[in-house]
T-cell receptor, first 116, second 115 residues
Framework: AQSVTQLDSHVSVSEGTPVLLRCNYS??????LFWYVQHPNKGLQLLLK??????LVKGINGFEAEFKKSETSFHLTKPSAHMSDAAEYFC??????????????FGSGTRLSIRP | DADVTQTPRNRITKTGKRIMLECSQT?????MYWYRQDPGLGLRLIYY???????NKGEISDGYSVSRQAQAKFSLSLESAIPNQTALYFC??????????????FGPGTRLLVL
């Protein structure tokens, strides 16, 4: 069975400080992992994805995430927060099966607030 | 132009009414999905389709139906809307990457209010 847990429903940081959004997953198979961002009144935009290649994945807007199999984690980080990073972030786990539907599970989301 | 479009973007309807939400894509993907988003619950899968002849229920399909009119079009219907179907609805498409991974691309969403 697959599951994904975003450990914080809300994270608040000051502009210019590091961002850490935590995600743990559970999967019976080798998963693909994704982070999506949703700005207010917008759709979901893909930030980055892990698909069994390099464990450190770089995404758009300076974000990156590291896949740690031993910790079953895929935390999202950014060295320096910007006001425009304020949004909802979703961690997603996907188990791929060519002959049938991939099992795609969304986390419940983490709202990131940036203090001036 | 956006790759995945949804119409309408906002809709207010009354209990018992039938409504349809439409999704179109220009990405050429075979796989299409409908999700609903509720605060604190993330996205939950309603229906998905692998091609025009392949439609499958997701985890919360009760009260909904879908139609895949063409590769590019996937519509979601609420036969008799009820207030707890008030939510933000997203359409998504996906492809299978070279590594076998499936990446989803989302439309802008339709905000539905059922009175």
């Amino acid at each position: 069975a697959q599951s994904v847990t975003q450990l914080d429903s809300h994270v608040s940081v000051s502009e210019g400080t590091p961002v850490l959004l935590r995600c743990n997953y559970s999967s019976s198979y080798s998963p693909s992992l994704f982070w999506y961002v949703q700005h207010p009144n917008k759709g979901l935009q893909l930030l980055l994805k892990y698909t069994s290649a390099a464990t450190l994945v770089k995404g758009i807007n300076g974000f990156e995430a590291e896949f740690k199999k031993s910790e079953t984690s895929f935390h999202l980080t950014k060295p320096s927060a910007h006001m425009s990073d304020a949004a909802e972030y979703f961690c997603v786990v996907s188990v791929n099966r060519y002959s049938s539907a991939s099992k795609i599970i969304f986390g419940s989301g983490t709202r990131l607030s940036i203090r001036p | 132009d956006a790759d995945v479009t949804q119409t309408p973007r906002n809709r207010i309807t009354k209990t018992g009414k039938r409504i349809m939400l439409e999704c179109s894509q220009t990405k050429g993907h075979d796989r299409m999905y409908w999700y609903r988003q509720d605060p604190g619950l993330g996205l939950r899968l309603i229906y998905y389709s692998f091609d025009v002849k392949d439609i499958n229920k997701g985890e919360i399909s009760d009260g909904y139906s879908v139609s895949r009119q063409a590769q590019a079009k996937f519509s979601l219907s609420l036969e008799s809307a009820i207030p707890n179907q008030t939510a933000l609805y997203f359409c998504a498409t996906s492809d299978l990457g070279g590594e076998g991974s499936e990446t989803q691309y989302f439309g802008p969403g339709t905000r539905l209010l059922v009175l």
